[in-house]
């Protein structure tokens, strides 16, 4: 079992930058099997959609709508992920969750935080 704990959302203005962290815990074995890790968020009405991935060997995607405007990194210890969030925008709004996902095929979620972006 993975535990994924967010934290960094809050209310920025457009504009402004946020800074997402998001790490892991559990078992040594499924800490060390942890593959893929990242951020997806889900607005108001709508389905959760994929914000960016990065993979362990820091292989990273990103949804068109955050390129040049979000990074996404991983600490050296591979349990941790960040979300970097520059000129944000109202459209940014959503709860942000952490995703990992093990090398033996199962996924993890975190609780979420929520990002508004209002004036």
């Known amino acids: 079992q993975v535990q994924l704990v967010e934290s960094g959302g809050g209310l920025v203005q457009p504009g402004g930058s946020l800074r997402l962290s998001c790490a892991a815990s559990?078992?040594?074995?499924?800490?060390?099997?942890?593959?893929?890790m990242g951020w997806y968020r889900q607005a108001p009405g709508k389905q959760r959609e994929l914000v960016a991935t990065?993979?362990?060997?820091?292989?990273?995607n990103y949804a068109d709508s955050v390129k040049g405007r979000f990074t996404i990194s991983r600490g050296n210890a591979k349990n941790t992920v960040y979300l970097q969030m520059n000129s944000l925008k109202p459209e940014d709004t959503a709860v942000y969750y952490c995703?990992?996902?093990?090398?033996?095929?199962?996924?993890?979620w975190g609780n979420g935080t929520l990002v508004t972006v209002s004036s």
């Open positions: 559990g078992s040594i074995f499924s800490i060390n099997n942890i593959n893929n």
């Open positions: 995703n990992a996902v093990a090398t033996y095929g199962v996924g993890y």
């Open positions: 990065i993979t362990s060997a820091f292989g990273t």
